[in-house]
Nanobody
Framework: VQLQASGGGLVQAGGSLRLSCTAS????????VGWFRQAPGKEREFVAA????????RYADSVKGRFTISRDNAKNTVYLQMRNLTPEDAAVYYC????????????????????WGQGTLVTVSS
């Protein structure tokens, strides 16, 4: 499966953005999908993940209550709705997918994912 991340851009602090991760080549419904981010000079960190079952999700503490991950299997797309953005959220955001047998399985470990998108840049001005 090939992943295309999009939706990044420049936003003021307190603003919102919605990132999209669109798959091609195979249906995304067989995959758990995660979002990760990497800021300059920092290590890549987990942001959010969704299992094959949309109700099964996990968030990093730093984004809990502000970000929402969702999926639309009909559009082969996973979304990351980001609200109340702060300069600390600025980073390149990557989506990743791993095929899973279980409907409720996901991971916050980047090493578990074997398909990655190219990243989309989010810039937050203060």
């Amino acid at each position: 499966v090939q992943l295309q991340a999009s939706g990044g851009g420049l936003v003021q602090a307190g603003g919102s953005l919605r990132l999209s991760c669109t798959a091609s080549g195979r249906t995304l419904s067989s995959y758990a999908v995660g979002w990760f981010r990497q800021a300059p000079g920092k290590e890549r960190e987990f942001v959010a993940a969704v299992a094959r079952m949309e109700s099964s999700t996990r968030y990093a503490d730093s984004v809990k209550g502000r970000f929402t991950i969702s999926r639309d299997n009909a559009k082969n797309t996973v979304y990351l709705q980001m609200r109340n953005l702060t300069p600390e959220d600025a980073a390149v955001y990557y989506c990743a997918a791993v095929q899973t047998a279980g409907y409720y399985s996901y991971s916050s470990d980047a090493a578990r994912y074997d398909h990655w998108g190219q990243g989309t840049l989010v810039t937050v001005s203060s």
